[in-house]
């Protein structure tokens, strides 16, 4: 197995370090102390035992001399045996048979205080444990001081310290006697520790430090453990197959309640009590092997169905309405041994099937250890004076599973860290192969885009410029053409020559960039022949279609149309503009010419300029249109914003 991650050596040590605390509380509480302020240690008492025909309250005043002379002298801490019990039971009404007559105990120590090495104004009594699970009542010379827990069964008393303090103003009697009247019951046990009697400025820092080690410190812990529960269920809320997170929050819950009652009063009776605290030690252990065996995904349906039926057979045995196996000091020390047994097997296997689980073994080991030795002190096997390790449970289970989310949770980042990089990986050779696949696209695509412009050039000159030097050739050599209609056709096919170039420029669907280019062609011309040129265009929006397929049978329209001016209408102005509408822009050309009739124009055999001019407008999506007279003539070239598809 690998090492446990070092946060959990951090976490040990900061328990070790609160072991420590507990020790040096343990020095506290037995400095004898020097010089005036010191405390009074008081280690023997008279102890007796009386029978009660139920709880009743302390009175106000009560004398010692008033109670049986039947004083026995006792060491404090004091935890009377067993022998001792039969002893004082025999005195109180037992006779020779042993039999232990019913009623409520009453268990009575006497402290005599003699040297008292200070007289303060504020003297406190400070005990670390008084064990009963009735009342308690102290007499300071023969009056009620001091009174804890409510009238009737109580269970909080064993990890709460006593404390009060006497206010000795002038004239007080000096503290002599001090009387402890503990009730309890028959099945219960009680103890006493030593007793400590001086200032209480004195006492009140061991007094602090032991309850909030025993008590405070508990709490905390059992209340972080149900905390760190809770975000286990909300994630199985989340994530319903992860079964552990379930059995983690219900052994949370059972780990909570079962301490509950050393911090919180809880009127419950005494059967069920004792039910309750026996059978929760089962519970915890069930819910640790159902944890472990989600661990290692191994069922163990022997070791499961033989811990099912032990917690089962204990639970219905102890149920006190039956009463098989009654709440007795002689049974219940018994069945809590068979707790400890079960533990060990589940750590046993839980040790053998999971790397993880080995980690939970040695936090039940631990629990288990700690609980060995509160059930040595509630047995009064050692003294009163010792420490409830068991309390300490939960903050060796909040370690444990603490530091198991902790390793589940790097492990999780290490997994999606891995996936991460082998995706990054993927996605680099899977982009190499794009960017390949992208390069040979771009490569044919460009190939494609120069055939394509290289057949869009051929045909544009064999249908432009190829046609008009074949039909010259044609004519000069039949003899019947003029030099000046030779010229006119040379010129006309550096023209379109000179427009198919200029078509391959970029315009980037600007239409007033392409109408420029066909101006600075045409200037030159216009001003040989006298015709004055007015420029009249404005701001258009663009046109995305607008390539040079396109711009080229634009130019050869506005071409067509300057020519046919130039050479039939003896013109001596021409104006361009542009106007746009809705859904498309417009050219306009316009001369003051002599103008023709269009209609005869459109219908004639050699009309071929102005139908040319309608088929080039057509493949583009455009309109043409007309309106002549005597005073001039008017062309119009629509052009749509948007082509069809």
């Known amino acids: 197995m690998a090492r446990p991650p070092r946060l959990l050596g951090n976490l040990l040590l900061l328990f070790s370090l609160a072991v420590l605390l507990a020790a040096a509380t343990l020095y506290?509480?037995?400095?004898?102390?020097?010089?005036?302020?010191?405390?009074?240690?008081?280690?023997?008492?008279?102890?007796?035992?009386?029978?009660?025909?139920?709880?009743?309250?302390?009175?106000?005043?009560?004398?010692?001399?008033?109670?049986?002379?039947?004083?026995?002298?006792?060491?404090?801490?004091?935890?009377?045996?067993?022998?001792?019990?039969?002893?004082?039971?025999?005195?109180?009404?037992?006779?020779?048979?042993?039999?232990?007559?019913?009623?409520?105990?009453?268990?009575?120590?006497?402290v005599a205080v003699d040297g008292l090495p200070v007289q303060a104004r504020l003297l406190a009594l400070y005990g670390i444990r008084v064990k009963t699970d009735g009342t308690i009542a102290v007499y300071i010379n023969g009056k009620l001081a001091h009174q804890a827990q409510a009238e009737g069964p109580a269970w909080n008393s064993t990890r709460t310290p006593l404390w009060f303090t006497l206010?000795?103003?002038?004239?007080?009697?000096?503290?002599?006697?001090?009387?402890?009247?503990l009730e309890h019951s028959p099945a219960s046990q009680t103890a006493l520790?030593?007793?400590?009697?001086?200032?209480?400025?004195?006492?009140?820092?061991?007094?602090?430090?032991?309850?909030?080690?025993?008590?405070?410190?508990?709490?905390?812990?059992?209340?972080?453990?149900?905390?760190?529960?809770?975000f286990s269920v909300c994630v199985w809320l989340r994530r319903p197959q992860e079964i552990a997170y379930l059995l983690f929050f219900n052994l949370a819950v059972t780990a909570f309640l079962r301490g509950l009652h050393f911090y919180v009063d809880l009127p419950v009776e005494n059967d069920w009590f004792a039910w309750l605290t026996v059978n929760s030690l089962f519970w915890l252990v069930l819910a640790v092997h159902f944890f472990l065996c989600q661990l290692h995904q191994r069922p163990l349906v022997w070791l499961t169905r033989a811990l099912v039926a032990v917690t089962l057979l204990i639970g219905v045995l102890t149920l006190p309405v039956l009463a098989v196996l009654p709440n007795m000091p002689t049974v219940t020390p018994l069945v809590y041994l068979i707790a400890p047994v079960m533990s060990m097997i589940t750590c046993v296997a839980g040790w053998r099937h999971s790397p993880e689980g080995r980690l939970v073994v040695y936090g039940l080991f631990a629990c288990t250890a700690m609980g060995m030795s509160d059930w040595l002190l509630q047995n009064n096997i050692i003294n009163a004076e010792g420490w409830y390790l068991g309390a300490y449970a939960p903050a060796v289970c909040f370690?444990?599973?603490?530091?198991?989310?902790?390793?589940?949770?790097?492990?999780?980042?290490?997994?999606?860290?891995?996936?991460?990089?082998?995706?990054?990986?993927?996605?680099?050779?899977?982009?190499?192969?794009?960017?390949?696949?992208?390069?040979?696209?771009?490569e044919i695509e460009l190939r494609q885009t120069i055939s394509d412009e290289r057949q869009r050039l051929m045909q544009d000159m064999h249908d432009g410029l190829g046609s008009s030097l074949i039909s010259?050739?044609?004519?000069?050599?039949?003899?019947?053409?003029?030099?000046?209609?030779?010229?006119?056709?040379?010129?006309?096919?550096?023209?379109?020559?000179?427009?198919?170039?200029?078509?391959?420029?970029?315009?980037?669907?600007?239409?007033?960039?392409?109408?420029?280019?066909?101006?600075?062609?045409?200037?030159?011309?216009?001003?040989?022949?006298?015709?004055?040129?007015?420029?009249?265009?404005?701001?258009?929006?663009?046109?995305?279609?607008?390539?040079?397929?396109?711009?080229?049978?634009?130019?050869?329209?506005?071409?067509?149309?300057?020519?046919?001016?130039?050479?039939?209408?003896?013109?001596?102005?021409?104006?361009?503009?542009?106007?746009?509408?809705?859904?498309?822009?417009?050219?306009?050309?316009?001369?003051?010419?002599?103008?023709?009739?269009?209609?005869?124009?459109?219908?004639?055999?050699?009309?071929?300029?102005?139908?040319?001019?309608?088929?080039?407008?057509?493949?583009?999506?455009?309109?043409?249109?007309?309106?002549?007279?005597?005073?001039?003539?008017?062309?119009?070239?629509?052009?749509?914003?948007?082509?069809?598809?």
């Open 399 to 442: 370690i444990t599973f603490g530091v198991l989310m902790y390793r589940r949770y790097i492990d999780a980042i290490a997994e999606v860290e891995r996936v991460n990089a082998g995706l990054a990986e993927r996605l680099k050779v899977r982009e190499a192969e794009l960017e390949a696949s992208h390069q040979r696209l771009r």
């Open 193 to 230: 520790s030593s007793l400590r009697l001086g200032p209480a400025n004195t006492l009140q820092s061991a007094y602090h430090v032991r309850l909030w080690l025993q008590q405070q410190l508990p709490a905390m812990l059992s209340a972080a453990f149900m905390a760190v529960g809770v």
């Open 472 to 645: 010259a050739i044609r004519s000069v050599e039949r003899g019947n053409i003029s030099d000046e209609r030779v010229s006119q056709i040379l010129k006309d096919c550096l023209d379109d020559l000179k427009l198919t170039i200029d078509s391959m420029e970029p315009v980037e669907a600007d239409l007033l960039l392409l109408l420029a280019t066909l101006r600075f062609r045409l200037e030159p011309r216009l001003e040989g022949t006298g015709v004055k040129l007015l420029w009249e265009v404005r701001e258009l929006p663009t046109l995305p279609w607008l390539n040079p397929s396109s711009a080229l049978h634009i130019l050869r329209i506005v071409q067509e149309s300057i020519a046919n001016i130039l050479r039939h209408t003896g013109a001596t102005e021409i104006r361009v503009a542009t106007t746009d509408g809705v859904d498309g822009v417009q050219v306009h050309i316009s001369d003051n010419g002599s103008g023709f009739d269009v209609a005869q124009a459109l219908g004639q055999p050699g009309g071929r300029g102005l139908q040319n001019q309608r088929r080039r407008a057509a493949s583009v999506d455009g309109k043409v249109s007309w309106q002549s007279n005597d005073t001039g003539t008017l062309f119009t070239l629509w052009l749509p914003l948007a082509r069809k598809a």
């Open 28 to 110: 506290l509480d037995n400095d004898s102390g020097h010089g005036p302020a010191a405390s009074l240690h008081l280690t023997q008492a008279g102890w007796q035992e009386t029978v009660a025909t139920g709880y009743t309250a302390p009175p106000a005043e009560l004398d010692s001399a008033n109670l049986p002379p039947a004083w026995q002298l006792v060491a404090l801490p004091f935890s009377p045996s067993i022998a001792l019990l039969r002893q004082a039971a025999a005195g109180a009404g037992a006779g020779a048979t042993g039999h232990v007559p019913p009623g409520v105990r009453i268990s009575w120590l006497k």
């Open 167 to 181: 206010d000795q103003h002038a004239g007080s009697a000096p503290v002599r006697e001090i009387l402890l009247r």
